[in-house]
C-alpha cells in the first residue's frame, strides 16, 4: 500500500518523550532492520536502538530496504548488550510467541500500547525489545522487561517477522494517540444532496413508476415507495448524483433519442 506526502503533518505528535524507543536484539540482517524503521516511521516513531547487529552498523543493505526512512536509520544508536541498551528507560516490554517459564505479566499490543501512552504522559521514557530473526530473545533479556507483549495470533502459526512485528506495535502505539475518525465520507467537489433535493427526486421517480405500472398493486405501493426510497437514502448521494438520477428518469419516460441500427441480414 503506497502513499507518502511529505508535506503533511505527522499524527500522533502528542508524545512527551518521543514515543517508545525500538530496540533490536542482534539483528541479522541489514534489510530487515531497514524494513524496520520503515515500519517505525509509518508510525511517527524515530528512536531506534541495535544490540551487537551480526553484520556491524551502518549496513549498507539497511538503506536499501529503508524505502526513505533515512532519518530513523541515520539516529539510529549502537550498543554492545541489551542492559546497555535500556539503560536509560523507565519501562521495558519484550515481544515473543513463545511462552517463557517465569512470572510475568503479559499484555497483548492494543492494551500495552495504551499503558505506553499512560507512561509516556507522565514523562517515563518506554522501550520495546524485539529478538533476532531466527529464535527471538533470549530468556536473559525478557526477565530485563516489566511486560512481555504477546500477540493473539493462530496458535499454529504465530510467527512473525522483524519488521512485521515491529510495525504491529507500532501502529498500536500511533492509534493510541491519532485523532482520527473511524470512517468519513470523501465527497470530493460535490456537496451532500440535501433532503428537499432528494424528496423532489423520490416524487419524480415514483411518478413515473406510477405511470409505468410497476408501483401496482395499489395497497402494496407503500411499502414499494418506502423500499426504494431505503435504497437511495442509504447512497448518501450527491447533488451532482441526485442531477443524474434525474436525467435517468426523463430520459427513460422520452425514450431512446438515438435509433439503434438494424442488423444487417446475411
Given amino acids: 500500500m503506497a502513499g507518502t506526502d511529505s508535506t503533511q503533518p505527522t499524527l500522533a505528535q502528542t508524545s512527551k518523550t518521543g514515543g517508545p524507543a525500538i530496540i533490536l536484539v542482534k ?3 541489514g534489510e530487515n532492520i531497514g524494513m524496520v524503521t520503515r515500519a517505525m516511521l509509518n508510525n ?8 551487537k547487529p551480526r553484520d556491524g552498523w551502518p549496513n549498507p543493505a539497511a538503506e536499501a530496504s529503508a524505502a526513505g526512512a533515512i532519518e530513523v536509520l541515520e539516529k539510529a544508536q549502537v550498543f554492545e548488550t541489551t542492559e546497555e541498551a535500556i539503560a536509560d528507560l523507565h519501562k521495558v516490554y519484550a515481544t515473543t510467541a513463545r511462552t517463557r517459564d517465569m512470572t510475568k505479566p503479559v499484555a497483548v499490543p492494543h492494551y500495552a500500547a495504551k499503558e505506553m501512552r499512560a507512561f509516556d504522559q507522565s514523562g517515563q521514557k518506554v522501550g520495546v ?6 529464535a527471538g530473545l533470549h530468556n536473559d ?3 530485563l522487561a516489566d511486560t512481555v507483549i504477546s500477540v493473539p495470533l493462530n496458535p499454529k502459526f504465530s510467527s512473525l517477522n522483524l519488521a512485521q512485528a515491529v510495525l504491529l506495535i507500532a501502529y498500536e502505539w500511533f492509534q493510541q494517540g491519532a485523532n482520527v475518525p473511524n470512517e468519513e465520507l470523501l465527497l470530493g467537489s460535490s456537496p451532500l444532496a440535501t433532503k428537499d433535493e432528494l424528496l423532489n427526486f423520490y416524487k419524480r421517480l415514483e411518478a413515473a413508476l406510477d405511470e409505468s405500472g410497476f408501483l401496482w398493486p395499489p395497497e402494496k405501493r407503500p ?11 442509504r447512497a448518501h448521494l450527491t ?3 441526485v442531477n443524474t438520477l434525474h436525467g435517468v428518469v426523463k430520459t427513460l419516460q422520452l425514450g431512446p433519442r438515438v435509433q439503434k441500427p438494424k442488423k444487417q441480414q446475411k
Fill in 223 to 233: 411499502n414499494m415507495v418506502r423500499n426504494l426510497r431505503n435504497i437511495f437514502q
Fill in 27 to 29: 539483528p541479522q540482517l
Fill in 44 to 51: 511517527g516513531l524515530t528512536e531506534l536502538r541495535l544490540v
Fill in 141 to 143: 533479556d525478557v526477565v
Fill in 239 to 241: 447533488d451532482q448524483e
Fill in 129 to 134: 525489545l524485539f529478538g533476532p530473526e531466527k
